[in-house]
C-alpha cells in the first residue's frame, strides 16, 4: 500500500500569499514619476552641453575649506549616490561639513557621438573644477571618482594635479588586463571599430543587458520574487523601486569616447602602463603626487578589485591610502556598510587633508 505525500501546509501557505501579493502589488506601489531620485537639496551652478554642476546646499553651520567635485560613472546616474536619505552618500559627506558638487555628465545623443577622452577630461571637467575654484576662492578642490568616472578623475588628477588637493578613486576601472569581470572579458574581444561604425553611440539597452548577463538569475529572476513577497514591506518596496528607477535610467555612451575607452583601457592596457594619451599628452600616474585614498569592493562584479588596486601603486603620492570592504559595487557607495564605515573612513581622511 502506497503512502500518500503530504504536501507542508506552510508551503500552501505561502503560495497563495505570494499569489495575492501579486494581484495587490499594482495598488501597493508608486507609479516610476511618482518616485524622486534626487532627495538631498541643490542647485544647478553650471551647464555645457547635455552635462552639469550641480552644488548641494550645506546642512551645517561650518564646512571644510576645501569643495569636493565628484565626478559619477558614465553608466548609469548619479541618483545612486542620492537614492534615499538613509543611504545618501551626498547627504553622508555633508553632514561631516564637506561642501559638495556633483559632475552629472547628462544624456548624450547622436549629435554627441564623436566627443572623446580630451572632451570630457580637458573640457567639461576641467571647466566645472576652474568654476569651482573660482566660486570658492581656492586654488585646489578635492576630487573623487566612481567607477569609469574616476578613470575620467585620474586622467585629470595626472594631467592637471595642480588643481587638484585630494584625490578620492572609488572603485576606479584602471588595469584592463588584470579585471576578472564578464566586462572586460567582452571588451578584450569586441571589434569595438566595427560597432561604433554601425551603431554610433553605445545605446542604454546594450548597456543594461550587457550588466544583467552578469547574474542573469539574480537580475532576472530572484530580485522579482524578493519584491513580491516583501510587497507589504514599504520601506523595502520604496528602496527597489529608487533602485529599478535608477538601473533603468541608463545613458548611451559617445561612440568615439566608447571606442577609445575599449580599446585603451581594456585591449591595449595603456593607462597602467603610462602610455596613454590624450589629445597628445601623455597620461602619466606618477604625476598624481597629491594625497590619494583608493577605495575597493572585495565582492566587486562590475570593477574587479583586481582592476583598481594597482592605481594605488602606481601613483607618485607619498601620501596614499587603500581600503578594501567586504562588500559589491554598488554596496559601497549606498548600504549600510557604506554609511557606517566606508564614509566615516573617507571623511576623516579627508577633513585631514581639507
Not at 507542508?8 to 503560495?15: A, G, N, R, S, V
Request: hydrophobic fraction near 40%.
Amino acid at each position: 500500500m502506497q503512502s500518500e505525500s503530504k504536501i507542508d501546509p506552510k508551503i500552501i501557505e505561502e503560495i497563495l500569499k505570494f499569489g495575492k501579493n501579486v494581484i495587490e502589488a499594482p495598488k501597493l506601489v508608486s507609479a516610476p514619476d511618482e518616485i524622486s531620485l534626487e532627495v538631498t537639496p541643490h542647485e544647478l551652478v553650471q551647464q555645457m552641453d547635455k552635462t552639469r554642476l550641480l552644488h548641494y546646499k550645506p546642512i551645517t553651520e561650518k564646512q571644510h575649506k576645501t569643495p569636493l567635485l565628484i565626478s559619477y560613472a558614465l553608466i548609469n546616474r548619479f541618483h545612486i549616490l542620492d537614492i534615499q536619505p538613509e543611504k545618501s552618500w551626498v547627504r553622508n559627506l555633508l553632514q561631516q561639513g564637506f561642501d559638495i558638487y556633483m559632475l552629472d555628465w547628462g544624456t548624450p545623443t547622436s549629435m554627441d557621438k564623436y566627443l572623446d577622452f580630451d572632451d570630457y577630461v580637458n573640457g567639461y571637467l576641467d571647466a566645472y573644477v576652474e568654476y569651482i575654484k573660482n566660486e570658492t576662492s581656492t586654488d585646489k578642490i578635492s576630487l573623487q571618482g566612481y567607477c569609469t568616472g574616476a578613470t575620467i578623475a585620474t586622467a585629470y588628477a595626472s594631467l592637471h594635479p595642480e588643481s587638484v588637493k585630494n584625490y578620492i578613486a572609488t572603485a576606479p576601472v584602471i588595469d584592463g588586463w588584470r579585471d576578472t569581470t564578464v566586462i572586460s572579458n567582452l571588451a578584450k574581444h569586441m571589434d569595438v571599430d566595427k560597432m561604433v561604425e554601425i551603431i554610433g553611440n553605445m545605446p542604454p539597452e546594450f548597456m543594461y543587458y550587457a550588466f544583467s548577463v552578469l547574474k542573469p538569475f539574480e537580475q532576472g529572476i530572484e530580485k522579482y520574487v524578493n519584491f513580491f513577497k516583501n510587497i507589504e514591506n514599504k520601506k523595502f518596496v520604496d528602496s527597489f523601486l529608487r533602485v529599478e528607477k535608477w538601473l533603468g535610467d541608463t545613458p548611451p555612451i559617445p561612440g568615439e569616447l566608447f571606442r577609445q575607452w575599449i580599446k585603451d583601457i581594456y585591449q591595449e592596457n595603456l593607462l597602467i602602463q603610462n602610455k596613454m594619451h590624450i589629445e597628445g599628452q601623455l597620461v602619466d600616474l606618477k604625476k598624481i603626487d597629491m594625497p590619494i585614498f583608493t577605495q575597493v569592493a572585495v565582492g566587486d562584479h562590475l570593477v574587479s578589485p583586481e582592476c583598481s588596486m594597482p592605481l594605488h601603486y602606481a601613483v607618485g603620492s607619498e601620501d596614499k591610502t587603500l581600503r578594501m570592504y567586504p562588500t559589491g559595487h554598488v554596496g559601497m557607495i549606498a548600504s549600510s556598510l557604506s554609511q557606517k564605515k566606508v564614509l566615516p573612513e573617507l571623511g576623516q581622511w579627508l577633513a585631514e587633508r581639507s
